[in-house]
């Protein structure tokens, strides 16, 4: 398992002693019982943190014949040094990658047109794919999800949330993801009160559209990914796309569509602007389920609720705006700013990912 402190070249035992030195431990039989090693491997831990200025010792009578005693240095204080020299590492490699990706992109000018693209095909290298395309991006993550899935094992998804680790790590770092989900993977694999939901609570804009064109993925300007040919409940194989003039026809499709899908985010996470007599969370996802299109059944299994609970909630909601039809319940809920609208026009939003 990895520890802690390994980010700063401190292998288990080094961290295990020093930790044992915080935590009150002074002489090397000390740091043995806490550390649950050997006295060797305690003495070798405390020559290496010496040399790293990590740890000071000193005689336990002033004379230089008692047992030796150790004392940490305050870590706030021992580690900045490590920390600085870390820092300017990583930013000297982010640079050298960002020359090598200048002399890339030269190079790419005047490539074989084949080279431009990529076919990745198993379920094991697409996953992969997914993966490291979503870690390569630095602003943002555009996507159209529809089934198949080739990432739907629960061993790929957060026990939690039903989230995709590596998009949830990638959302804690800045990342802006910017999803379409078709209504056919809302009827047979998305939750809106679990995958969905978590997502929308982590900053995630979501959009729904039916019957979208592809699945798709595409990091910041620089690299897609899209289908080459699905099996009927996996996917088989995919196409990298590099720069090109392809992935700048990807790019403005997904705006067209994202300007065309409705928008349900706000409405999920709770953060839907409205006056203080407005829809509640519960009503607020309800009546951007009814925009959907899907079932009653649909419906009430995307809100964990059964059908019965779900037809109560639908009926209490059509009192309360005195509707008594679900055409009325839209229009009324529309005039008072309760229903997600989609722009009139595709959005234009500025790239947030290198050229």
């Not at 697409?126 to 899935?149: K, T």
């Not at 720069?243 to 997904?254: D, M």
Request: charged residues 25%.
């Amino acid at each position: 398992m990895r520890t802690m402190l390994e980010a700063l070249d401190l292998d288990p035992v080094q961290q295990q002693v020093y930790e044992a030195l915080v935590d009150g431990a002074v002489t090397v039989d000390e740091l043995r019982t806490a550390a649950g090693v050997s006295a060797a491997r305690v003495r070798a831990a405390l020559a290496s943190l010496e040399k790293l200025n990590l740890v000071g010792r000193f005689s336990a009578d002033g004379g230089g014949k008692g047992a030796e005693r150790y004392l940490p240095v305050a870590p706030e204080i021992a580690f900045e040094s490590l920390l600085l020299a870390r820092e300017e590492e990583i930013h000297r490699t982010r640079r050298h990658i960002q020359h090598l990706a200048a002399r890339f992109r030269a190079h790419t000018a005047g490539r074989d047109p084949l080279e431009l693209v990529e076919i990745v095909t198993g379920r094991a290298a697409v996953i992969r794919q997914v993966d490291q395309l979503q870690r390569s991006a630095r602003g943002e993550i555009r996507g159209i999800d529809r089934p198949p899935y080739a990432n739907s094992d629960p061993d790929r998804l957060d026990p939690k949330t039903g989230m995709m680790p590596v998009q949830a790590q990638m959302m804690r770092r800045g990342v802006r993801y910017r999803v379409i989900y078709d209504t056919e993977g809302l009827t047979t694999s998305h939750r809106f009160d679990t995958d969905i939901g978590a997502a929308a609570e982590l900053g995630e804009d979501a959009r729904v559209m039916a019957d979208t064109p592809t699945k798709m993925l595409i990091a910041d300007d620089r690299i897609a990914l899209i289908p080459l040919r699905a099996a009927p409940n996996e996917l088989a194989s995919s196409v990298v796309v590099h720069p090109s003039g392809l992935l700048e026809v990807l790019c403005e499709f997904f705006e067209v569509l994202w300007g065309r899908a409705l928008p349900i985010s706000e409405y999920l996470s709770g953060r839907h602007p409205g006056a203080p007599d407005g829809p509640s969370p519960q009503e607020a996802k309800l009546l951007a389920l009814l925009t959907t299109g899907m079932t009653d059944q649909v419906m009430a299994r995307q809100l964990g609720v059964s059908y019965r609970t779900f037809q109560r909630r639908l009926h209490g909601l059509m009192e309360r705006l005195g509707a008594t039809t679900r055409f009325q319940l839209g229009v009324r809920a529309a005039s008072l700013g309760w229903l997600p609208q989609a722009p009139s026009s595709p959005a234009r939003t500025a790239r947030n990912g290198p050229q």
